[in-house]
């Protein structure tokens, strides 16, 4: 018989439905039941294509002896920390803070007030490797509970104290100079990976936002080390097997540190930032490689993870069926010999396998390989290596495919719109650029209500229940700003700035201009959120700062500029110190310290040659944070065309910095120096 989470919307959610645990979603109603009770609270999150999640869940939250225990001593919760980031990183940052290492599944006991008070993450259904097993956990909470509550409360009572205390430096609410971008590189510098490209060691995530960074800074200042740094990551990533050779886009992250097997999960903020970091790479340097990894994680997002109603899905799991009906990582990506064979025939599997750097050994489990692009001498036939790709590509669709949570998520929705949108004007797609509107429709007409206040989340059409945070005001408006200079539609800049008055509003501290995570109205928790730092995506906070930004440059905004420049104050302080963990802040540092530059482009309309030609030549310019607004002459569409007309009855470019206009131009070349001086 389902439990209460039946009803959810939370793909996650709804995995645990059929469980015997009596789950509750996260409720004032499940903590009023623990106290009815008088008993604590589990508190379980994860979520939907997390592979130790589905591990747990099976080996004990479907054991029905497991499900009794809890049931009988615990009010059990269940969280999608994609539905609830606020939720996931307030317990989170208990988590780290007691053990020293955080991850998900995520467990947690609480009071029934709420306040932790024991932490861990996956236990195992027996003791392993020094670990308790789960029941062992649970046995141990429930004693402590019964027989020593005045020490648990205590526990409790100190942990929440000691979170309360954990203040940010804000630096000094201005925005990093040239001094703290040059040590942020050099620090960067030190931490490259130079044989296999990232930084650090293993597992190794793929820095996106530290690589907007590193071209940003290449196009100020002329950095060939920041270049190269970006390059050589960049084209390390896409020949490794975290990138899908055959179908696109990219893992979550590589177990080793040569980029060969990846954790299999495909994540849609991950593609939406890579995919935009490419595009980028390919603007500033004319990649080939750059432009088809682009393309090919734009097709991937569209073709694997868009919706029925427009709208972009969360994640492809890690897992699936490995044709015995057993769920295994990996099982649709990997491929031995014997299995090349079979679809191409002899004497191309021994091609493909020496293309796709497959082995009799396998570079992954059971002999498998995950397909590479390893450097080699020698030339391939181009057009050999185009019909063996189909083949897989199209044998591989007949195996059971991974699931798809098809939860949307706002926030990386706006991810996606930027990095579709910019995508399809660099290499003339209007399709790609459909898709970016189409999921800025959904957002519109879903997420949006009367006043402007986002939902985070919808699913098959329907809104969720979970107000919408930080990141989700911050990168829909930046998705929205992207749009706005790709199309001429104003409007998008209208919504951009509504999603960024709440900002200011509701989620802005009036005197120190620092940033938290959750609105001033929302639902209380032990504690407000607030994190600077990126994590898979940017945060919040690095995110709105950008956005603020870009749109004070639109449209002229003190305030918004104001806020941006406070914002970065932390950028300032963590920068030079931590900057593999706040990249996108430096990229809007970048971006700030460059102007940004205006660029008004007037012409007829966009199905002028003139207008077209300027418009394009504005949008591949590499000037850090650059804002393009295109139109007709006096049009009411952007404040940047006021006031601007045709030169000689041409179509004409303005740019402008720091309160300093060039003269117009009707000339492209001219344009482009302007944009890259």
Sequence with gaps: MPNRLAHETSPYLLQHADNPVDWWPWSAEAFEEARKRNVPVLLSVGYSSCHWCHVMAHESFEDQQTAEYLNAHFVSVKVDREERPDVDAVYMEAVQAATGQG?????????????????????????????????????????????????????????????????????????????????????????????????????????????????????????????????????????????????????????????????????????????????HLWRATGSELARRVALETADFMVRELRTAEGGFASALDADSDDGTGKHVEGAYYAWTPEQLREVLGEQDAELAAQYFGVTEEGTFEHGQSVLQLPQQD???????????????????????????????????????????????????????????????????????????????????????????????????????????????????????????????????????????????????????????????????????????????????SGPHRTAAEKALGVVKALGPRVPRFIGWGLAAAEAALDGPREVAIVGPSLDHEGTRTLHRTALLGTAPGAVVAVGAPESEEFPLLADRSLVRGEPAAYVCRNFTCDAPTTEAERLRAALID
């Design 378 to 556: 020698g030339v391939f036939d181009a057009d050999k290596i185009a019909s063996i790709r189909e083949r897989l590509l199209a044998a591989r669709a007949g195996r059971p495919a991974p699931g798809r949570d098809d939860k949307v998520v706002a926030a990386w929705n706006g991810l996606a719109i930027a990095a579709l949108a910019e995508t399809g004007a660099y290499f003339d797609r209007p399709d790609l650029v459909e898709a970016a509107l189409a999921a800025a429709d959904l957002l519109v007409r879903l997420h949006l209500d009367e006043q402007a206040r986002l939902t985070r989340t919808s699913k098959d059409g329907h809104a969720g229940a979970n107000a919408g945070v930080l990141e989700d005001y911050a990168d829909v408006a930046e998705g929205f700003l992207a749009l706005a200079s790709v199309t001429g539609e104003g409007v998008w800049l209208e919504f951009a700035g509504f999603l960024l008055d709440h900002v200011l509003a509701r989620f802005t501290d009036e005197e120190s201009g620092a940033l938290f995570d959750t609105a001033a109205d929302a639902e209380r928790l032990i504690r407000r959120p607030q994190d600077p730092t990126d994590n898979a995506a940017p945060s919040g906070w690095t995110a709105a700062a950008g956005a603020l930004l870009s749109y004070a440059a639109h449209t002229g």
């Design 103 to 279: 991850g998900w599944p995520m467990t947690v006991f609480l009071t029934p007030d709420a306040e932790p008070f024991y932490f861990g993450t996956y236990f195992p259904p027996a003791p392993r490797q020094g670990m308790p097993s789960f029941r062992q956990v649970l046995q141990g909470v429930h004693q402590a509970w019964e027989e020593r509550r005045d020490e648990v409360t205590e526990v409790a009572g100190k942990i929440v104290r000691d979170l309360a205390g954990r203040e940010i430096s804000y630096g000094d609410a201005q925005t990093p100079g040239e001094q703290e971008l040059a040590q942020a590189l050099l620090a960067l510098t030190r931490e490259y990976d130079p044989q296999r490209g990232g930084f650090g060691g293993a597992p190794k995530f793929p820095p996106s936002m530290v690589l907007e960074f590193l071209l940003r800074h290449h196009a100020r200042t002329g950095a060939e080390g920041a270049l190269q740094m970006a390059q050589d990551t960049c084209e390390r990533m896409a020949r490794g097997g975290i990138y899908d050779q055959l179908g696109g886009g990219f893992a979550r992250y590589s177990v080793d540190r040569d980029w060969i097997v990846p954790h299999f999960e495909k994540m849609l903020y991950d593609n939406a930032l890579l995919c935009r970091v490419y595009a």
